[in-house]
């Protein structure tokens, strides 16, 4: 979140003394080094600013949302749909991909090698909201494989309308904020008062579902820091030692002390040291550098295991 920190205070204008006063506890918290869930968790915000960090955030994932377009547009290397293409080289029918971020790329990863996914909107330009199990893609005459996207904190391209509806538009401006809201739900106060109704409630139950019965979990750039995932990881874990593996540029210390102590004995955990990787295991829990460089990226993870 520290790209989205410096968006955010690069760009907020407040207005009037609540919103600068408010605005003024989380650029302090900020500067003493908390990151933005912590900056943001526990402080009562003017809804007005609450407004402006929501569409301040869309703007800021959605710029680097179309560069992620055109690349999957223009020649299909992309990393992630490679892996899931090649997930699918077995008799599995279904992929869960249980994701904390607001952008399109588990999407574009899909459209790129041809793989089809569910997000529980129907398809179309104006999207109803059907759930995750109202909806069924056929290939030919049997049911077609599908990756199922769990987007427990919203999309880009979720909306509530000012009439109360919850619609899906694949837009890369942001609407007009007089009829539309972005569903995206910021860390903060809030963040889990919106999570009690739909589209929330049915993706999150989706994602612990799936979470609670997966034979394996792969991990990329994840924090381990949100509750609504890492206590399903926990519980997985330690019911059934599930093979699990963890990549990011850098380790987060959650991320660091799952590994070392909930994650049972069957993990792999990877991230950037100098022009190397670290790589900690149930035989390394302290990590050891190896020189072989970028294997905790999708593109050095698949290149290891493809």
Known sequence: MGELSTYL??????????????????????ASGDHLEAALEGKTLPDSLLSKIVGLTWRCVNDKDMRLLEAAAYNGDFALGTLLANMFSSTHSEIQVVTTNYDRVAEFA???KNVLFQTGFAPGYIQTWEST???????????ARVVKIWKIHGSLDWFRTADDRTIGLPVFDLPSKDRYTPL???????KYEKTYEDPFRTTINGADTALTNASAFLCVG???????IHPKLIERCRERNVPTVVLAR?????????LKNKAGTNYLGIEKCGAGSKIYSPATPEGTDVTAANLWSLDGFNNLVL
Not at 10 to 30: F, H, I, N, P, S
Not at 133 to 143: D, M, N, P, T, Y
Not at 184 to 190: C, F, K, M, Y
Request: aromatic share 6%; net charge negative.
């Open 9 to 30: 205070l690069e760009k907020m204008e407040t207005d009037g003394d609540a919103e600068v006063d408010a605005w003024l506890r989380v650029r302090t918290a900020l």
């Open 110 to 112: 899909c459209n790129s």
């Open 133 to 143: 199990g109202r909806v069924k893609l056929i290939h030919g005459i049997k049911a």
């Open 184 to 190: 995206i739900v910021t860390p903060g106060l809030n």
């Open 222 to 228: 994840f924090g381990f820091r949100d509750q609504h």
């Open 250 to 258: 850098t380790l987060t210390e959650e991320a660091k002390d799952f």
